[in-house]
Nanobody, 126 residues
Framework: VQLVESGGGWMQAGGSLRLSCAGS????????VGWFRQAPGKEREFVAS????????YYADSVKDRFTISRDNAKSTFYLQMNSLKPEDTAVYYC????????????????????WGQGTLVTVSS
């Protein structure tokens, strides 16, 4: 599977953006998916993940109740709806796909995911 992201951009604090990640290949529905982000000068961090069948999700504490991960396997696409954006959400956001599922400790690791998107910049101004 290959992943192509879209939807990044600029937004004022309190606003919303939706990121999309389109997958290619017939096996997309067998992959668990995730979102990560990397702010300038910081390490890449886990944001959210969803099990291959859409029945389980995990979120980082920093985005819980503001961000929502979802997927549409019929379109081979998954999403990150970001509401109540804050300046500290400014980062390059990456989508990722990996086989299987696991605990939060497992799926929040970058090494869980074997396929990555190219990244899209989200800038939130105060």
């Amino acid at each position: 599977v290959q992943l192509v992201e879209s939807g990044g951009g600029w937004m004022q604090a309190g606003g919303s953006l939706r990121l999309s990640c389109a997958g290619s290949g017939r096996t997309f529905s067998s992959y668990s998916v995730g979102w990560f982000r990397q702010a300038p000068g910081k390490e890449r961090e886990f944001v959210a993940s969803m099990r291959y069948d859409g029945t389980r999700t995990y979120y980082a504490d920093s985005v819980k109740d503001r961000f929502t991960i979802s997927r549409d396997n019929a379109k081979s696409t998954f999403y990150l709806q970001m509401n109540s954006l804050k300046p500290e959400d400014t980062a390059v956001y990456y989508c990722a796909a990996g086989g299987g599922w696991g605990s939060l400790a497992a799926v929040r690791r970058s090494s869980f995911y074997g396929v990555w998107g190219q990244g899209t910049l989200v800038t939130v101004s105060s």
